[in-house]
């Protein structure tokens, strides 16, 4: 009787698992498909396409796809590999402590291409995905200006604290901030706009509204500082680095394709004003599958008129990691972080950058988004990258970056589903 599994059957979402066939004839040609169902209803898969070994097994961790969503030895290609049914949808988990995603393995005679909903699968069976670890627990933040949500490891700790921050859609997402509390971080994934009472459109960057939460995580009776990190992706690291740079308890900073200047939004901190280089939305390309191509609506930062719009990173005390993705089709993320790194007092910032990675670098599990629907913005937007180095890119940036964060905020206790 052929039999699939996955081991361990529920694991966090960052985590390797072993899948295994089992039961098949020697050499046989067999199709294993990979499904889930987003919260929406939306269905991502991926399907590769293998030859049983001698004892009629098959193992992607030790046997190469000869086909299908990838090629090539991928021990979880299943699952770094899915991608949506309906195009320009991006896999994020909403529900990040109420519920895992549910991914069900497939087995399949032949090659299979489609799914006939009249035939039935050699094998099947489910496994679990989550965000957060046993015992994490989630607590919504509502208090003075600030809106997001605590993710605590369990335990009296006390833990390091980290602040997350993602982009341009607005909005309060949780799932990276879920899989740092469960290595170990007190982590509040922070909104700053289009979320609650927040402001709808994103007008300015008010740094005294991000810190107001740098100051009520350190309050918090869990969190270990004096110092804390801050995480943040395209817009949110933008944030991140003017938050490294004018307020001292930033202590470690991980910049994930972002910019050294301020665009689109000045930043208001105090008596201070930086203004913001306008976008040039006229200079937009649209893509061979109608997203948008943001890259060229950036002035060169370069040009001398621009020098006022600069964050004075020369002002940074604490660490800060650039994370970069060479395939980016938002922005040159490369030419701002090394634009930052050379006015950065030395040995305060180091660069990994990655060459056919995109803009949305997220921890492992995450599938390659390389054009998706968000809010604000009339068509889809083109993020860029290329499947097997983006993924690559996922796992090693995120080892790279837990370890920076455990070194410049000190040892956490990581748990082990």
Known sequence: MVEVTVTPQ????????????????????????????DEQGECFQSRAFFRADGAGEVDPGLHAALGGSYS??????????????????????????????????????????????????????EAERWYV????????????????????PPGPGPFPGVIDLFGGAGGLIEFRAGLLASRGFAVLALAFFAYDDLPRVLAQLDLEYFEEAVELLLRHPKV???????????????????????????????????????????????????????????????TEVGAMDNSAIFDDPRDAAHRASAIP?????????????????????????????????????????????????????SPLCSNSAIRGTPKPVAWGGELQPHARAQEHSWQEILQFLELHLGSVAAMKL
């Not at 770094?80 to 005679?109: C, H, I, M, N, Y």
């Not at 933040?141 to 600030?146: A, T």
């Not at 809106?147 to 605590?152: C, N, Q, V």
């Open 313 to 365: 990173v020369e002002r940074i005390r604490g660490k800060v990691l650039f994370v970069v993705g060479e395939a980016d089709r938002s922005f040159n993320s490369k030419l701002f972080a090394e634009l930052a790194l050379a006015r950065m007092p030395p040995e305060s910032g180091r660069l990994l950058s990655y060459p056919g990675a995109g803009h949305l670098i997220e921890p492992p599990g």
């Open 133 to 152: 670890g046993p015992g994490v627990q989630r607590v919504p933040i509502r208090e003075g200006r600030v809106r997001g949500a605590l993710f605590l």
């Open 72 to 125: 090539g030895l991928w021990p979880m290609g299943l699952l770094w590999f899915l991608q949506p049914d309906t195009l320009f949808r991006r896999l994020v988990k909403r529900d990040v402590a109420g519920s895992p995603f549910r991914v069900r393995l497939e087995v399949w005679d032949g090659l299979s291409l489609g799914t006939d909903p009249r035939e039935q699968p050699l094998a099947s069976c």
């Open 224 to 286: 270990r500082g004096p110092g804390l990190g801050v995480v943040g992706v395209s817009k949110g690291a933008e944030v991140a680095l003017a938050m490294a740079t004018f307020l001292p308890q930033v202590a470690a900073t991980v910049w994930i394709n972002g910019t050294s200047f301020l665009y689109g939004n000045p930043l208001l901190y105090k008596e201070l004003r930086i203004p913001a280089i306008p976008y040039h939305t006229e200079r937009v390309l649209f």
């Open 10 to 37: 529920s694991s966090l979402a960052d985590r390797p698992v072993q899948i295994r066939v089992r039961g098949l004839s020697p050499s046989q040609l067999v199709t294993l498909r990979a499904w889930l169902k």
